[in-house]
């Protein structure tokens, strides 16, 4: 079966980091729709205005606008051979547009990880965190700092807390997540895809977890 992916859980649960590694692993395009709604931000198109407008608040881009953008996105070329499909879907009305969408096209869902990690964690990792503008990259300002203070280890870009990741929008980002995103889990487990990862271990144990689930699914 093609390695068709989704990975969710709370936001700070480390899927960045777990994406990053495995679209390299598994050379499967990446498709964030965070990182989608930033990219349009910075171009300043009409798409980024509409989008900031929803997300330094905390919440949720609405659903048919973010629909089309995946939508789009999963109907390209590179898709054919899986894909991994990070911050989406994140409401029931976004996984049954998928479940339509991923039928018509041939390219159904394989598996859908779900990372999770207590909330008080969610909120140390989150309030201190620092993303590179230039490649992504994740830092934090006590458990992952950078060798030089400010400048990411990997491309030397600059790095800057995201406009989303203070307290008050943070509290409304999970509670987004308890209230639209959470019942997303029984949505998978009926359909028996889900599977429930543990992200408070450490991220090289889990990385390992999820390379030997979907090299399963590969082998298929
Ligand atoms: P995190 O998981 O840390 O919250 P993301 O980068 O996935 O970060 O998303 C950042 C913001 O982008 C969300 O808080 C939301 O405003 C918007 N967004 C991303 N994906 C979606 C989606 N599937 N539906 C609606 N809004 C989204
Ligand atoms: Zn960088």
Do not use: W
Not at 84 to 99: C, H, N, S, V, W
Not at 189 to 218: C, P, W, Y
Request: net charge negative; aromatic share 4%.
């Amino acid at each position: 079966m093609a390695m068709n992916i989704i990975l969710m859980g709370p936001p700070g649960a480390g899927k960045g980091t777990q994406a990053k590694k495995i679209i390299q692993e598994f050379a499967i395009p990446h498709i964030s729709t965070g990182d989608m709604f930033r990219e349009a931000i910075k171009k300043g198109t009409p798409l980024g205005v509409l989008a900031k407008s929803y997300i330094d608040k905390g919440d949720l881009v609405p659903d048919d606008v973010t629909i089309g953008l995946v939508k789009e996105r999963l109907s390209q070329d590179d898709c054919q051979k899986g894909y991994l499909l990070d911050g989406f879907p994140r409401t029931l009305k976004q996984a049954e547009a998928l479940e339509g969408l991923t039928k018509e096209i041939g390219r159904e869902i394989a598996l859908c990880l779900n990372i999770d990690v207590n909330k008080e964690e969610l909120i140390r990792r989150i309030s201190g965190r620092r993303v590179c503008k230039n490649c992504g990259a994740p830092y934090h300002i006590e458990t992952a700092k950078p060798k030089v203070a400010g400048v990411c280890d990997i491309c030397g870009g600059p790095l800057y807390q995201r406009a989303d990741d203070n307290v008050e929008a943070l509290e409304t980002r999970l509670t987004h997540y308890e209230h639209d995103t959470k019942p997303l889990l029984d949505f998978y487990q009926k359909r028996n895809l889900l599977i429930l990862l543990d992200g408070e271990g450490g991220s090289e144990k889990l990385f390992a977890e999820i390379s030997r689930l979907l090299n399963e699914v590969r082998d298929d």
